[in-house]
């Protein structure tokens, strides 16, 4: 039986400040190649659970274990090389495109020659215009940035990527394109993925595995063939509706 690659067992996150708790006594495990859609309204602490998962943010309570490692002891530097997130609205830090793709690849080491091929693959399996190349990111739209950040952690090819609304700003023949890559990533190299999205038709594309969060807590962590999506879908709806009214 396959070790997992990512377990949490009774993880919890509290806010910087006050008493609030973001994350609330989370246990789960995911495995090389698992698709995981992470969703629930908003609020629900989806953002703060890849945050977790990229060392970006530290738990609370709880352990988490990468590799079968606790993740507190890996060097950080050495877990980002390996492990991927791509938030809703990545920078590419004032660089061309070109650059902004080689530029994690050049801090790996990679030959040059190698980090070339890696490049022109990778923008070619996600049909990167070539015109794009020598462009800054003031000078793409907000869907050209995300398909840009998209194509540079897609050419890293990490052990787990984490995708925060990764089809956003996408339109429809892009989103498609995406979930075909990453499920290709995800049988080839054996890469883990977990992707929070809005977008129930993409969910149910792409998805292996649903965990699901509301408040905080994970409520639903199951095999994405049993899932009732549209159910799902309403009952999100209803939460988010239910929230926007104690608010007005």
Known sequence: MT????????????????????????????????????????GSGKTQLLRLCNRLSEASHGEIRF?????????????????????????????????????????????PATLQQRVTDWCDRLNLPAEWMRKTEVQLSVGQRQWVALTRALAIEPKLLLLDEPTSALDAGRSDRLVRVLTDLAHQNGTAIVMTTHQFDIARGFATRLLYLENGRLLRDQSADVVDWEALKQDVIAIEQQSKSEWD
């Not at 509290?14 to 309204?41: K, Q």
């Not at 060097?75 to 390996?82: H, S, T």
């Open 3 to 42: 070790s997992p690659l990512l377990r949490f067992d009774r993880v919890s996150l509290n806010a910087p400040l006050g008493n609030a708790t973001l994350l609330n006594d989370i246990s789960f495990a995911l495995n090389p190649g698992d698709r995981c859609v992470l969703i629930g309204p908003s």
């Open 67 to 111: 590799d079968g490692q606790a993740l507190a002891s890996w060097p950080v530097r050495q877990y980002r090389e390996i492990v991927t997130l791509v938030l809703q609205e990545s920078s590419l830090l004032a660089q061309t495109v070109e650059a902004a793709i080689a530029y994690p690849l050049k801090l790996r080491g990679l030959k």
